[in-house]
């Protein structure tokens, strides 16, 4: 079982809709990431959470608005989203972002249709 | 630019049939190496890290080395259970972790 815990699995809506992704985690990391991944293809990264700070946005559209309340939670704002932004979306953390600490540990993702 | 390729795209194995897959990179200052397993519709597994050309690790019929350009996963006498994507990532100087295509192996009985 992952210990990076994604919410909700399933998310459908429309584009005019108003929804949030979440993710905790209780390992004590300090960086928290969010991936969009699309069907057979690899992830891609969204953004970087350092020490709850946005440390990496990779240039995502502003219908996507991250949020890091604190340490272990990292949620992902969505609004008036087109249908191309479906896909899945995950979550990962890892120790931090400084030095050589690399391995993610992901969620396992929250499946969005946006009709 | 930071680039990750991973060949080949497919691989089909029968069971006990050992192979590679190979990660190939071109990164500005590699900070580590890491090959992960996605099975269908669930986030990406960690497998291994590697931060340096020689290095080697092993997990059961996986094992992983690294060179100075590359990497490669050998799966030896593989398992229908081994059927996954497996993807390479690496994570660079600016601190990002950039994934690879990754290779999609299925394994026959």
């Known amino acids: 079982d992952t210990e990076v815990t994604q919410t909700p699995k399933h998310l459908v809506m429309g584009m005019t809709n108003k929804k949030s992704l979440k993710c905790e985690q209780h390992m004590g990391h300090r960086a928290m990431y969010w991936y969009k991944q699309k069907a057979k293809k690899p992830p891609e990264l969204m953004f970087v959470?350092?020490?709850?700070?946005?440390?990496i946005n990779e240039s995502v559209p502003s219908r996507f608005s991250p949020e890091c309340p604190n340490s272990s939670l990292l949620n992902l704002h969505l609004h008036a989203l087109q249908p191309e932004d479906s896909a899945l979306y995950l979550c990962?953390?890892?120790?931090?972002?400084?030095?050589?600490?690399?391995?993610?540990?992901f969620g396992e993702g929250s499946r969005l249709t946006v009709l | 630019e930071d680039q990750v390729t991973q060949s080949p795209e497919a691989l089909r194995l029968q069971e006990g049939e050992s192979s590679s897959l190979n990660c190939s990179y071109t990164?500005?200052?590699?900070?580590?190496l890491f090959w992960y397993r996605q099975d269908p519709g669930k986030g990406p597994e960690f497998l291994f890290t590697?931060?340096?050309a020689g290095e080697e690790k092993e997990k059961e019929r996986l094992k992983a080395t690294l060179t100075k350009k590359e990497s490669f996963l050998h799966i030896t006498a593989p398992k229908p259970e081994d059927s996954a994507t497996y993807l390479c990532a690496v994570k660079t100087s600016y601190d990002k972790v950039i994934f690879g295509p990754g290779t999609s192996l299925s394994v026959i009985p």
């Open positions: 990164v500005s200052g590699l900070r580590g």
């Open positions: 990962a953390s890892n120790l931090g972002t400084g030095g050589a600490s690399g391995e993610l540990f």
């Open positions: 959470y350092s020490y709850e700070k946005l440390s």
């Open positions: 590697l931060y340096s």
